[in-house]
């Protein structure tokens, strides 16, 4: 038996066994309490990676929330505007229902003038005269539509309302266009109504720029025809007012801080120019006409400062006898064309020397070289399933080389060139004459087939000339322009032939058909059309001035016995308004007016 001594002995043996036990258990416990730390750390991350994905996930699920409320809102607003404009359209259908109903009755009562003045024609009268007759009832009920809003610029004539061009200045424009043409017309009564207005009210005080070229041809170029046929020099003083704010403008010093060419728009209230573009031929070349006549009207030099310009213009002409486009940088460049920035510079190289009965040879060599520029360079043949006709093309002036049918487009604004090559050729020698009147008929089929062939028998703003010689339509909208029937005008004038005044009734009763306005419909007038394709077309509420003051007086004289309007006497204005010719002070006369143009 082991003794207690011996016992406890070995009992202390154990111990450090013991010790090591339990630290090894410390230890794994420890070890595994790390283990578990680091996978709750793993964990940890992996939970705040998800946590950060899901928050990136909300994120972008808002995000696309927010863009899919946005296009369902736009989607709302889509239905909305389209169930506004499907309103818009039924009321529109509604009101032409209703309008073509009143119609109708308007048409019949129309009809029934037209065969009274028909009716009461005498036999020796021309068998055209009612036509003629026609036209001024048509231009008789633009007035009326026009008198409840007399002073203003424009009427709008599908909503019954007015405007200005000039939110503080009426410049009267639609009044002041449409004189001459009442006077031409026989309505006497309405142009001494217009006349004394013009006298009691206006004032051309504008504070803003205005066009230089738009109110030349249209106010000034208005006011001084009406004073020629009037003789009221209260009429000559409006115009004196007009010439004198915007004169300024042709001043040397004007025209130097626009590089040498007048600026297009001119404020008068502080005599400064403004240009975001230079300024374009036909802006500051198609203003003489009216500058010249009222030096002539007034003997007041200044308003020569104009024509100052034409030996420049000369010295940018090219061999060819056209011009570029465009003056910018001190010369003319880009396309030359007879369309658009340039159509009526061409035009008042042949009336400026008109206007002087041709005392003037600057105009007529000017003349002379553009014109045989145009029909050699410009006319090109095009052969259609209704016979060749001829468009008028435009060139590369910086080669000198010009289109032979590339893809070519054909603005409306080129069918006045038809007419000036008729008028032109009467004053030319024989073989010339014959080569430009030759492509002035040409063209004019072309001009009047852009009416004929399509569906309204209005023609589009503009078409193109494709490689193949095809015609399409690249502006369809009609904006009752004159050139066309301009062109008929002078072509019927010069030939005789009665194809040009059946295309122009044509293209009138198009016209009367398609662009007039029903006026039981509390409407007034006509309206462009937006598409000729479309029949009925919709109207865009809009009547240009141009219209009585070009496209009604041209249809009217068209018709008219040519006494209505002797062309030996008068020159017409690139905005038709007829200027009497006269020899210039400053000139030894070749030529004399004749006795039959000179006023008791």
């Known amino acids: 038996m082991m003794s207690p001594v011996m016992r406890r002995s070995r009992a202390w043996q154990f111990i450090p066994f013991a010790v090591v036990g339990v630290l090894y258990f410390i230890c794994m416990s420890i070890w595994d309490l790390n283990q578990k730390v ?45 169930r506004s404009e499907n309103k818009k359209m039924k009321e529109d259908l509604d009101r032409r229902k209703d309008a073509d109903e009143m119609y109708a009755v308007e048409r019949k009562e129309i009809d029934s003038k037209l065969t ?19 036209v001024r009832y048509t231009l008789k009920s633009v007035w009326d539509a026009y008198t409840p809003h007399m002073g203003a610029d424009e009427i709008q004539p599908v909503s019954n309302a007015s405007k200005l061009w000039d939110t503080d200045n ?19 009564t309405e142009f001494q109504e217009g006349i004394e207005y013009i006298a009691k009210n206006f004032d051309f005080t504008p504070s803003s720029s205005v066009s230089l070229f738009e109110t030349t041809i249209r106010v000034l170029g208005g006011l001084l025809s009406a004073f020629a046929l009037s003789n009221d020099d209260r009429v000559l003083a409006a115009a004196v007012q007009v010439g004198n704010k915007l004169v300024g403008a042709y001043s040397e010093e004007a025209i130097s801080s626009n590089g040498g060419m007048p600026y297009p728009s001119w404020n008068p209230s502080t005599s400064t120019g403004h240009s975001n ?34 030996p420049k213009f000369k010295s940018q002409t090219y061999p060819s006898g056209l011009i570029g486009s465009s003056w910018n940088g001190g010369s003319f460049s880009g396309r030359i ?43 090109l043949d095009i052969k259609l399933t209704n016979g060749t006709q001829a468009f008028v093309s435009s060139g590369d002036n910086y080669s000198q080389q010009f289109n032979v049918f590339e893809n070519d487009n054909f603005e409306h604004l080129s069918c006045f060139v038809p007419g000036m090559l008729a008028l032109g050729s009467v004053y030319l020698p024989p073989l010339q004459a014959e080569k430009h009147l030759k492509a002035a008929k040409k063209v004019a089929s072309f001009c009047a087939h852009m009416y004929l062939d399509t569906e309204t028998g209005l023609s589009p703003d503009e078409v193109s000339i494709g490689v193949n010689k095809e015609k399409s339509l690249v502006k369809r909208n009609y904006g009752l322009r004159p050139e066309t029937v301009e062109s008929l005008f002078y072509l019927w004038r010069v030939t005789r032939d009665p194809i040009y005044r059946e295309w122009g009734w044509s293209i009138y009763l198009s016209i009367e058909r398609h662009c007039r306005v029903c006026q039981k419909c509390k409407a007034s007038g006509y309206s462009e059309v937006s598409d000729v394709t479309i029949v009925p077309p919709y109207l865009t509420d809009h009547m240009d001035t141009f219209f009585t003051g070009e496209t009604l007086k041209y249809l009217y004289l068209l018709f ?32 004399h007016i004749p006795e039959k143009c000179k006023k008791a």
């Open 38 to 82: 680091a996978k709750a750390s793993v964990a940890e991350k992996t939970i705040w990676g998800l946590s950060t994905k899901l928050q990136n996930i909300k994120k972008e699920l808002e995000e696309d929330n927010g863009k899919a409320n946005i296009k369902i809102a736009k989607l709302h607003e889509m239905v909305k505007i389209l």
């Open 337 to 379: 064309s007879t369309g658009s920035y340039s159509d009526s510079y061409y035009e008042y190289l042949l009336k400026l020397w008109l206007l002087t009965e041709q005392n003037e040879e600057l105009y007529k060599d000017m003349y002379i070289a553009a014109a045989d520029g145009i029909v050699d360079h410009l006319i």
């Open 116 to 134: 009274n003045f028909k009716q009461s024609a005498s036999e020796n009268i021309n068998p055209h005269s009612y036509r003629a007759s026609a």
């Open 170 to 188: 009426k410049q009267m424009v639609t009044l002041v266009d449409s004189l001459d043409t009442l006077y031409l017309a026989g309505l006497h």
């Open 277 to 310: 573009y230079g300024t374009f031929l036909a802006e500051s070349g198609s203003v003489q006409l009216e500058y010249y006549y009222l030096y002539h009207a007034t003997g007041d030099e200044k308003f020569l400062e104009p024509l100052k310009l034409m």
């Open 560 to 591: 008219a016995d040519d006494d209505a309007l002797d062309l030996d006497c008068w020159v017409l204005n690139t905005e038709a308004h007829p200027f009497p010719k006269f020899i210039p002070y400053h000139v030894t006369p070749v030529n």
